[in-house]
């Protein structure tokens, strides 16, 4: 069945910039919608944004500015950055394959990343 | 922008007791709800879209109803492993996304 797993550095300064990668196994990128959701330690979940596998995307507002997520489909894998990151980017980082898109069918994991100097 | 409101916080409920979760949305969003299921450590776990519709493999004692602005997750007997923080989602309108804050369900 389909996986996904996030990966990246677990641990990034203040200002400077979260990068992550999904790699997704089992079954192609191909035709679906792909998001990235966060959750700070102890709170909910926020959507981040999306990607559809032609490249098309679709950002949260109140993260659009910092934000940008881009799919290479010969690796089967989507990226998540986010600049000039703060201790409030401290969070638990999924990616997610959707129906629609905005429905999460199918989870990663999770990756635990902290800003902190 | 439209609100997602959750209530109770928390349910505390004996096993194989019925558990009613309530949804609240500030307008109208017809039947564009789903359901995820949290446990600590874990990924969430998508268990009803579209407001009633159960995602594959969700077993039948997990239900979904409402419509517009009111909605609510019905586990109809308590297992253990359905203890667990309980997210509803909306996903239309502008931003699309936007989840409620939870209900954990605990052990009474």
């Known amino acids: 069945q389909v996986q996904l797993q996030e990966s990246g550095p677990r641990l990034v300064k203040p200002s400077e910039t979260l990068s992550l990668t999904c790699t997704v196994s089992g079954g192609s990128i191909i035709s679906y919608y792909w998001s990235w959701i966060r959750q700070p330690p102890g709170k909910g979940l926020e959507w981040i944004g999306y990607i559809y596998y032609s490249g098309n995307t679709n950002y949260n507002p109140s993260l659009k500015s910092r934000v940008t997520i881009s799919v290479d489909t010969f690796k089967n894998q989507f990226s998540l950055k986010v600049n000039s990151v703060t201790a409030a980017d401290t969070a638990v980082y999924y990616c997610?394959?959707?129906?629609?898109?905005?429905?999460?069918?199918?989870w990663g994991q999770g990756t635990m990343v902290t800003v902190s100097s | 922008e439209i609100v997602m409101t959750q209530s109770p916080a928390t349910l505390s409920v004996s096993p194989g007791e019925r558990a009613a979760l309530s949804c609240r949305a500030s307008q109208s969003i017809s039947t564009n709800l789903a359901w995820y299921q949290q446990k600590p450590g874990q990924a969430p776990r998508l268990l009803i879209y579209g407001a009633s519709t159960r995602a594959a493999g969700i077993p039948a004692r997990f239900s979904g109803s409402g419509s517009g602005t009111e909605f609510t997750l019905t586990i109809s007997s308590l297992q253990s492993e359905d203890f667990a923080v309980y997210y509803c989602q909306r996903y239309n309108n502008w931003p699309p996304d936007t989840f409620g804050p939870g209900t954990k369900v605990d052990i009474k």
């Open positions: 997610a394959r959707d129906w629609g898109p905005y429905i999460h069918a199918i």
